[in-house]
């Protein structure tokens, strides 16, 4: 259960979170929010999809851990396996937090409620004895006005995609060596032959704007899905 506040020395003064990794500590999801700046990095060792939110209409990034709800490839017991961590994995327990105020600056909020809160008096601490933030607060700041930034360029980054017609739905059928499949549905990627057939004007427009790169980094990152395969198929064989 959420339990959102705004950080603050005066209420957390004494706040310690668990910076390790394990399900206990909530990173055993199928997937993250990423955005398009950090493509870039992502590419490099998850599949980048989409996704439209039927409610409000609204696509997303996602990076892609694993093929089914609860499951994330890349969590080797207390380990991350891998050389990139996702910007909205990285921040938890924390966000950022809109006031009511039009115009009015972010907030950093933290998730009292998430499990990466210490109970026990264990963990990093968020501020020092004087109510300074601590390096780790500090790196935290920095990680969430990116993932920030990238959110809210991320809404004309996909009209750009809506407007050129650049993705097309996807779905993966993934036969396991033991015989079993898992079908991974609802998700859209990049139109490669949409892309390839764009003339320069249209080409021109989106380097203009800074798209080209994570759209081609979008693009690239289809490669991962053997990886995912091949992942998916050692944990089966280990049990």
């Known amino acids: 259960m959420t339990k959102h506040q705004i950080l603050n020395n005066s209420d957390h003064l004494d706040l310690r979170v668990r910076t390790d990794i394990g399900v206990a500590y909530g990173d055993n999801v199928m997937a993250c929010l990423t955005v398009p700046p950090e493509f870039l990095q992502v590419q490099g060792h998850f599949p980048i999809v989409f996704r439209r939110d039927f409610e409000s209409d609204k696509l997303s990034a996602l990076a892609l851990f694993g093929f089914e709800n609860g499951e994330n490839l890349f969590l080797e017991g207390d380990r991350w396996d891998a050389r990139y961590r996702p910007l909205a994995l990285a921040i938890q327990p924390f966000l950022i937090g809109r006031s009511a105020t039009d115009g009015a600056d972010s907030q950093v909020h933290v998730d009292m409620g998430h499990p990466r809160i210490s109970q026990s008096g264990e963990g990093t601490r968020v501020f020092d004895e004087n109510g300074m933030p601590t390096p780790y607060l500090e790196a935290i700041a920095e990680k969430l006005g990116d993932l920030d930034q990238g959110y809210r360029e991320s ?5 750009a995609l809506e407007r050129y017609e650049l993705l097309e739905p996807f779905t993966l059928e ?13 998700f859209q990627t990049i139109d490669e032959r949409r892309l390839a057939a ?18 081609f980094m979008a693009l690239a990152s289809v490669a991962q899905f053997s990886e995912l395969v091949a992942r998916k198929n050692a944990r089966v064989a280990g049990g």
């Open 198 to 215: 764009l003339e320069g004007e249209a080409l021109g427009a989106l380097h203009a704007q800074g798209y080209l790169l994570p759209i």
């Open 174 to 186: 993934v036969p396991l060596n033991d015989g079993s499949k898992h079908s991974l549905v609802g």
């Open 155 to 159: 809404t004309d980054f996909f009209a």
